[in-house]
């Protein structure tokens, strides 16, 4: 039995006449008729004896019923869910990041992202950029988003945005003065910052490179949140990408630009043999957006302080 037949065989066990049937389904008699008889033919047993204007329901007619509403309830889960799915409201989304990425940048993306989409079931997982690419590659993340370039083959990178380098300090620093510093001024300070083989780690290499400096590294970390509680405790200053220069702001330490600039890409990497659900299409929008906001954003500096007026010339007496 087709679902057409199925409609017209629920209708008239309900109503109990095809005319009323036909009626409620918008069709002619007829019409419906014939499919009851086709149902029965493909069936090879009657649904239903004819008396008079009534229609009788048999014994395998009401032993197919409860089955038969049991297709319908399931049919319209899947109606159901289909109309959700078409909204943007149901279904589930997976998302793989650096962990100061999905601590600094996803919030904001997931917080627009779950305005419109409340029942969307989104699952975050922090975790080394190599990871991340692998996760999308493999189709076991929808989304990525990782600090510096990728040239894996398997995944297509877009660029969201660029974050400056900057340096995370106590409050009590000598340093926190300054508007601005550079790798010149620390060469006094434990630096902490990120490990060699991490895209912040060689910037930071790069830079010192470039200025002729030996660039002793004195402490490595795998994240940005331990190099903020290093600096909480007075261990050294830290070297930091943007994101995890907000990190440090947020746990009462002074950030300050690094000069010269040394800007870092954060990428947003997709499969590249895979079509984006609608929900991967909406949250990289969302993304972009609040990477566009993060792009403005730089390390903050003191107020400049007021000169003081220049004394006056005190004249001598009797001029």
Do not use: W
């Not at 400096?213 to 200053?237: D, H, K, N, T, W």
């Amino acid at each position: 039995m087709n679902l057409r037949e199925l409609e017209v065989f629920r209708a008239v066990m309900e109503a109990g006449s095809v005319t009323a049937a036909a009626a409620e389904l918008g069709m002619t008699q007829p019409a419906a008729s014939k499919m009851l008889r086709q149902a029965e033919e493909r069936l090879g047993f009657s649904l239903f004896r004819r008396d008079r204007k009534q229609m009788v329901a048999t014994p395998e007619a009401h032993a197919l019923l409860p089955e038969l509403l049991g297709a319908f309830a399931a049919l319209g889960g899947v109606r159901r869910l289909a109309d959700a799915l078409r909204a943007g409201r149901s279904g589930q989304l997976s998302v793989a990041a650096v962990p100061v990425l999905a601590t600094a940048l996803l919030p904001r993306a997931v917080q627009a992202f779950r305005l419109e989409r409340p029942g969307v079931l989104l699952r975050l997982r922090a975790m080394t950029a190599l990871e991340v690419v692998n996760q999308v590659a493999d189709h076991q993340a929808d989304l990525g988003v990782i600090l510096g370039g990728c040239g894996d083959a398997r995944v297509a990178a877009q660029l969201l945005c660029t974050s400056d380098i900057g340096v995370a300090l106590p409050r009590d620093h000598p340093l926190a003065a300054r508007a601005s510093l550079s790798l010149v001024d620390l060469e006094g300070d434990a630096v902490i910052t990120l490990g060699a083989r991490q895209p912040v780690g060689q910037l930071i290499q790069a830079g010192y490179a470039e200025a002729g400096l030996p660039g002793r590294i004195s402490i490595e970390v795998s994240q940005s949140s331990i190099a903020c509680a290093l600096v909480r405790s007075g261990a050294g200053v830290a070297i930091l990408d943007g994101f995890g220069l907000e990190e440090g702001e947020a746990q009462g330490l002074v950030v300050r630009p690094l000069l010269p600039r040394i800007p870092l890409d954060v990428t947003l990497v997709v499969a590249r043999n895979r079509l984006p659900s609608r929900l991967a299409l909406a949250l990289r929008q969302a993304l972009v957006a609040c990477a566009t906001a993060a792009r403005t954003s730089t390390p903050t500096a003191p107020p400049a302080a007021r000169p003081r007026p220049a004394p006056r010339p005190r004249g001598r007496p009797g001029s």
